[in-house]
């Protein structure tokens, strides 16, 4: 986008409640490829040269997966001091460091996904096991699942994600072929 400030409008699936989130593009170079339909952004709060180093971490953790199949599609990285109000608002899940609006062809990720606190570290490291790098791979695999198989589930999401990690493709079918084998069952 041209604009130096965009107005990205996330509102929950189920959700009657809508943030509005004022975020800036983040202009990279072409150091590592990824499809000209995918932007990234920050939200105005985050630390300008933050923003940039974070934008840059996250393009190379997505550069090995099929990020053609997304289409269009933008990145917010929003900061810590705000997440848990924003997922919050959106009737989400406040300790998970990532989510994804299908209908909005966006995915936000909290900023602890690239240099967290130590509080923040321990909570992340019970919930999912892992910190740092692993940790945003799981988030960034997760969320390619929700929005390259247009996946709602979580569970789906997860698998697609860990499909993602092992092979670096995914066969989004799976997920119509199991709903099958469990109705049947």
């Given at each position: 986008m041209k604009s130096r400030l965009l107005i990205v409008i996330l509102s929950a699936a189920c959700?009657?409640?809508?943030?509005?989130?004022?975020?800036?593009?983040?202009?990279?170079?072409?150091?590592?490829?990824?499809?000209?339909?995918?932007?990234?952004?920050?939200?105005?709060?985050?630390?300008?040269?933050?923003?940039?180093?974070?934008?840059?971490?996250?393009?190379?953790?997505?550069?090995?997966?099929?990020?053609?199949?997304?289409?269009?599609?933008?990145f917010v990285l929003a900061p810590s001091d705000d997440w848990k109000n924003l997922v919050h608002s959106l009737r989400g899940d406040p300790t998970s460091p990532a989510f994804s609006i299908i209908e909005q062809r966006t995915t936000a990720l909290e900023s602890s996904l690239f240099s967290a606190t130590p509080s923040r570290n321990e909570d992340l490291l019970l919930t999912f096991g892992v910190i740092g790098n692993a940790l945003l791979d799981l988030a960034v695999t997760h969320e390619l699942g929700h929005g390259i198989c247009h996946e709602r589930d979580e569970r789906w999401a997860d698998d697609y994600g860990r499909e993602l990690r092992q092979t670096r493709t995914v066969d989004c079918t799976k997920t119509s072929r199991r709903k099958t084998a469990r109705a049947l069952q």
């Open positions: 959700a009657a409640h809508t943030q509005t989130l004022r975020v800036v593009p983040v202009h990279l170079d072409a150091s590592v490829y990824i499809p000209k339909a995918i932007e990234f952004f920050c939200t105005m709060d985050y630390d300008r040269k933050a923003c940039l180093k974070d934008s840059i971490t996250l393009r190379r953790a997505l550069a090995p997966y099929p990020l053609d199949r997304l289409g269009a599609w933008s």
